[in-house]
């Protein structure tokens, strides 16, 4: 690594910070043992810890012998620690008063307070994980969803650095093709031929990077959710199938028209996929202005959705104003639903064929549950284009998705290139070096000190 890394002894606390039961002291770097020795006493002086070895004690200032925390202590020497330097950690009782106490004395003992994300970034640093692994954890530590929690689990195996790998050896065996070009510029030998290059870079690098950048749509609505809108003139039961899909009494929900004025939204799992549901006020045109709000409101949820469920009565004919409503959802991605067929005739049902005979009509009743299966089945289709839950099992992040994008966009350069009647090897090889370094930020072969620096600063305190 040829960044700067200055060895000093890194030190914080390392759980949340409340009256729980114990909180946690992480200590990383060659003073570990020192400051242990400092400020650790057991009734039978200990002459030489053993590593990963649990010792009870007590805290105690060196100055005056008075203890400030009964704890348990472990020393971990390296290089088998998180940092691959020796960790020290003093699991204290967790007040807030005695687990700073505990810090201030590690600090006089010559630790410094550890940034955010720099024990994480040492375990980098130091070659313990790649930079995708880090974020990883990061992820980890944030996840909200089962589904997001696997995702992150991966990729702290290291499954985008081990995708990554084969798409590197083929874009530096390309590379080494073409410098051979470079260098030898009269000798007729081809080795290869440019076409066959190009194609082993369409093959190697270009699919399994467009599959990357699949994945990382797909990802990104397991990791996000999506948002529902649910729109329709009033009193057509939108508040009642909000209800019906959290399947518990939560929006107020009322027979006169036009009570659900402002924008009500609640969160709900459609197959896996966690989904915001909004429900909106009627869109009509209105002289009321608290009314007027929530429908510019709703115009602005709209616009934002993933998916629209324009919802219609079916126990009444069509009217004017459904129409009109569509023509304002139309554009966006959306399901037209009849509600309350428990109560509709046949006769109005086939007005709505007539009225809409390029959509496909969703029939439900939010009052009986009839059909909401089948319309939670259809917004999974209409988002994610599948019909069976699909977790892709390494997903890159938005950092990474970015950097995937350069490689690929530099590899196509250098395809596009190499198909020429007139090669210039120079400018392809320039292609080719870019792909790899945009490749190697990724996982952290090429990175800047800015860059780490914004990646690790995302962790919280201790970690
Ligand atoms: P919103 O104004 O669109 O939110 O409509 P609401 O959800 O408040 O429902 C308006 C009225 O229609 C209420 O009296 C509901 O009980 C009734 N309603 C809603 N869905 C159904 C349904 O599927 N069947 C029947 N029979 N009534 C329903
Ligand atoms: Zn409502």
């Known amino acids: 690594k040829d960044l700067e890394y200055t060895e000093a002894t890194i030190a914080a606390i390392a759980t949340p910070i409340g009256p729980g039961a114990i909180g946690v002291i992480k200590v990383s770097g060659s003073l570990s043992e020192k400051i242990l020795k400092r400020l650790f006493r057991s009734k039978k002086p200990i002459k030489e810890f053993q590593s990963h070895r649990l010792y009870y004690g007590y805290i105690v200032n060196p100055e005056t012998e008075t203890p400030v925390d009964e704890v348990l202590i472990t020393l971990m020497r390296k290089p088998h620690t998180y940092t691959r330097e020796d960790v020290l950690e003093i699991y204290g009782h967790s007040g807030y008063l005695v687990l700073?106490?505990?810090?201030?004395?590690?600090?006089?003992?010559?630790?410094?307070?550890?940034?955010?994300?720099?024990?994480?970034?040492?375990?980098?640093?130091?070659?313990?994980?790649?930079?995708s692994q880090a974020e990883a954890l990061l992820d980890l530590i944030n996840a909200r969803s089962e589904e997001s929690l696997k995702l992150a689990l991966n990729q702290l195996r290291g499954a985008l650095a081990e995708k990554l790998r084969p798409v590197r050896e083929a874009l530096l065996s390309a590379l080494a093709v073409v410098e051979v070009a470079v260098d030898f510029p009269d000798e007729d030998v081809e080795i290869i031929s440019h076409y066959e290059l190009a194609e082993n870079l369409e093959n190697q690098v270009l699919e399994p990077l467009k599959e990357l950048l699949k994945n990382y749509q797909e990802g990104r609505l397991y990791r996000e959710g999506i948002a529902v809108v649910i729109a329709?003139?009033?009193?057509?039961?939108?508040?009642?199938?909000?209800?019906?899909?959290?399947?518990?009494?939560?929006?107020?929900v009322t027979p006169i028209p036009g009570t659900t004025r402002d924008i009500i939204e609640e969160f709900a799992t459609i197959k896996g996929?966690?989904?915001?549901?909004?429900?909106?006020?009627?869109?009509?045109?209105?002289?009321?202005?608290?009314?007027?709000?929530?429908?510019?409101?709703?115009?602005?949820?709209?616009?934002?959705?993933?998916?629209v469920i324009f919802m219609l009565d079916g126990s009444l004919e069509p009217t004017e104003e459904d129409l009109k409503l569509y023509q304002e959802i139309k554009a966006m991605p959306h399901l037209v639903v009849i509600n309350k067929i428990d109560i509709a005739s046949h006769e109005n049902l086939?007005?709505?064929?007539?009225?809409?005979?390029?959509?496909?009509?969703?029939?439900?009743?939010?009052?009986?549950?009839?059909?909401?299966?089948?319309?939670?089945?259809?917004?999974?289709?209409?988002?994610t284009g599948r019909t069976e839950e699909f977790i892709p099992s390494v997903v890159p992040n938005l950092r990474q998705k970015m950097a995937i994008e350069n490689a690929l966009k530099a590899t196509e350069q250098a395809i596009s290139n190499l198909k020429k009647t007139d090669i210039y090897p120079e400018l392809i090889a320039i292609d080719l070096r870019d792909a790899l370094s945009s490749l190697g930020e990724i996982t952290g072969e090429t990175t800047t000190e800015d860059l780490l620096d914004r990646i690790f600063s995302n962790f919280c305190l201790g970690k």
């Not at 329709?232 to 107020?252: C, D, F, M, Q, T």
């Not at 989904?275 to 602005?300: F, H, M, Q, S």
């Open 100 to 131: 700073t106490k505990i810090l201030e004395l590690v600090l006089k003992e010559g630790a410094r307070l550890a940034e955010p994300g720099e024990f994480t970034k040492r375990a980098f640093l130091n070659g313990r994980i790649d930079l």
């Open 232 to 252: 329709g003139r009033p009193n057509v039961g939108k508040s009642s199938l909000l209800n019906a899909l959290l399947a518990e009494e939560r929006a107020i």
């Open 273 to 307: 996929l966690p989904v915001r549901l909004i429900d909106t006020a009627g869109l009509r045109e209105t002289e009321d202005l608290v009314e007027e709000i929530g429908v510019k409101k709703a115009k602005e949820k709209i616009a934002t959705a993933d998916v």
């Open 350 to 383: 086939n007005r709505y064929r007539e009225i809409f005979p390029q959509e496909k009509l969703i029939f439900i009743s939010a009052r009986t549950g009839e059909g909401l299966e089948a319309l939670a089945e259809a917004i999974f289709e209409l988002v």
